[in-house]
């Protein structure tokens, strides 16, 4: 268990606000609370008149609850920005944060089954509310959603492979725990047993979250509830993300539909690029917070 007062360090903190550029009287959305701090930094650029809202499904984040008037928590996923900014009678806000990475806590908590450095349940959850597990994915989906998924979502070096060798090998033992699913594939691993184990479970915790559909509806959404001059500050940590994030900045759609002659009009995005190329952690972060190294952040403007 992580100690009291801990879950997270903070990434790209100020560059992450900064791109903001908080209004004192604006309403704004953290959509990952985790461990508070990109919300700490936005409620004391607000005036009183200024609101947060702020998304987290993780009932461990809420421990870090800040007492503010100004502050409204939401206890559910942030695909549902929308639904929620309705309920709470903010339509249209002037900003909304999104830092994609696992928190400290969630990588360090064994029993959360996120880290290969520590023995837990195989689960995976963000929101324990949620049914499906990392052990429910390796004991139910077939050979060939196994393959898709690790070659897709880890881009793991043999995923064929590694999908008939759980396919096969399955029927035999049960797969509960982290210490269990690293010796059941110790026989198909190659290369960097670490990297190899970090891709695999990467390629799980998005399935198990349905993490890439859930930033496409964050996206949508949030291009709908900005403010025009609103800005959307969004830190991704591996290259689907950031590839999903720079192209609907870019083209305001995942593809871009166009007729057999090419005369359809090309979709303009409602958004606009502050930042050409996604700000990167310092060294002095990196070498403070390892974990920052894959943070890539983009800025955007509602237009």
């Known amino acids: 268990m992580a100690e009291q007062g801990y879950y997270h360090t903070t990434v790209l903190l100020h560059e992450t606000v900064d791109g903001l550029a908080i209004k004192e009287d604006g309403i704004y959305v953290d959509c990952t609370f985790g461990g508070g701090g990109h919300s700490k930094l936005i409620l004391e650029q607000l005036g009183k008149r200024g609101k947060l809202i702020a ?7 809420w421990r870090n609850k800040l007492e503010d008037q100004r502050l409204i928590p939401v206890t559910e996923n942030f695909r549902y920005l929308k639904r929620f900014l309705r309920l709470h009678g903010a339509p249209l806000v002037d900003g909304v944060l999104a830092d994609l990475g696992v928190s400290s806590y969630q990588f360090d908590t064994g029993e959360r089954g996120f880290s290969t450095r520590f023995d837990g349940p195989l689960d995976m959850r963000m ?3 949620s049914e499906l597990t990392a052990a ?4 139910t989906y077939s ?24 396919a096969m090998q399955r029927p035999k033992a ?26 695999m479970f990467q390629a799980l915790r998005i399935e198990v979250n349905d993490e890439l559909g859930v930033l496409k509806d ?3 959404q949030a291009a709908l509830c900005l403010k025009p001059g609103g800005r ?4 991704s940590f591996h290259s689907l993300e950031d590839r999903l994030v720079k192209q609907f900045i870019k083209n305001g759609a995942w593809q871009i539909e166009e007729d057999l002659l090419g005369l359809a009009p090309k979709k303009q995005s409602p958004l606009k690029e502050i930042t050409k190329k996604p700000i990167e952690p310092t060294e002095e972060e990196q070498k403070k917070n390892p974990r920052s ?4 952040l983009r800025i955007a403007e509602k237009i």
Do not use: C, W
Not at 55 to 61: C, G
Not at 184 to 197: A, D, E, M, T
């Open 55 to 61: 998304f987290d499904q993780d009932a461990d984040a």
């Open 127 to 129: 929101d324990n509310r």
């Open 136 to 139: 429910i994915v390796l004991q």
């Open 143 to 166: 050979e060939a959603k196994l393959h898709l998924m690790f070659e897709q979502y880890g881009e793991v070096r043999n995923a064929k492979q590694l999908a008939k060798h759980i």
């Open 174 to 199: 049960a797969i509960t725990s982290t210490q269990d699913l690293k010796a059941f594939i110790n026989p198909v691993i190659k290369g960097n047993p670490q990297r190899y184990l970090a891709q």
């Open 218 to 220: 964050l996206l949508e």
């Open 232 to 235: 959307l500050s969004i830190i």
């Open 293 to 296: 190294r894959s943070a890539r």
